[in-house]
């Protein structure tokens, strides 16, 4: 894909980040679209909120890596982004929706804080693990650019892996300390369980879906950095949220976190 159209796509999804408006589905205006191109498009639209905005990479994500996620969205392959400063909330915060977000939905992740630089690819699980200084329970708010969170893979990872914004616990915790795949989590929606989870349903383990992230994003030259957030994806399905919502979870053994949408 010429740059030119990698910019104005880049451009468009900026405008309706800013505006809380969506687009069209890009692979239904763009029919030879790769990933690749996808991945261009969504620098081109966090090099906007960085350079316009101000705004700071502080970390990455992985999404759609569960079969529930992947089932609800269509979408049969991981997506990666970004995650700025201006994403991040601290736990108990309200989230206001109107002027922020369009269509969100919530996941109940496990998120690991780095210690040391990681750059792929050759990254392994146990790489991880050594450069992993904490996890932490955390909610990341997805939401999507697109209409009707009608998307394929490009689509996603164009919009930056439909990222709209995470809220991170106050417990973080030595992963040597615990059996991540076998980490159960609990999320509550209004006060009544709405769903469970285990840390396997993230590609069997999360330390394989940051490992993953990790070389796929050093195909493109990208390393994560010491101190950065990795969202590592979603335990439960997706869950929709609308105003006077509120969201905890928790992980046995860790803590939780908690959110209200306003």
């Known amino acids: 894909m010429e740059q030119s159209k990698i910019d104005a796509l880049g451009d468009e999804l900026y405008a309706a980040l800013r505006g809380c408006s ?25 090099s906007l909120r960085v350079e316009r905005d101000g705004e700071k990479i502080v970390g990455k994500k992985i999404g759609v890596t569960s079969k529930p996620v992947q089932e609800m969205l269509g979408v049969f392959q991981p997506d990666f982004g970004f995650l700025t400063d201006a994403m991040e909330y601290p ?13 969100p939905r919530a996941e109940g992740e496990i998120a690991f804080r780095l210690k040391k630089d990681l750059v792929g690819p050759g990254v392994t699980e146990a790489d991880v693990l050594d450069a992993t200084e904490t996890i932490i329970p955390c909610f990341e708010i997805v939401d999507s650019r697109i209409d009707d969170w009608k ?29 991540l795949p076998n980490l159960k989590m609990t999320v509550y929606k209004n006060g009544e ?29 990208i390393p994560f950095k010491a101190g950065e957030v990795i969202l590592s994806g979603s335990l439960v399905p997706l869950i929709p949220v609308v ?10 053994g ?9």
């Open 91 to 103: 736990d108990a915060a309200e989230i206001p929706i109107a002027g922020h977000l369009i269509a």
């Open 243 to 252: 105003a006077g919502d509120e969201m905890s979870l928790e992980i046995e």
């Open 193 to 221: 369980v709405h769903s469970e989870g285990m840390g396997s349903a993230v590609q069997g383990n999360p330390l394989t879906a940051v490992a993953w992230l990790a070389n796929t994003l050093g195909e493109f030259g």
């Open 254 to 262: 860790i803590g939780g976190c908690s959110c209200k949408f306003v």
């Open 151 to 179: 998307i394929k893979i490009e689509d996603t990872v164009a919009d930056n892996a439909s990222c709209g914004v995470y809220v991170l616990g106050k417990n973080e915790v030595d992963p040597r300390d615990y059996d």
């Open 22 to 46: 969506t687009l069209l589905p890009l692979t239904d205006r763009e029919s030879d679209i790769q990933i690749e191109d996808a991945y261009h498009i969504s620098q081109r639209m966090v």
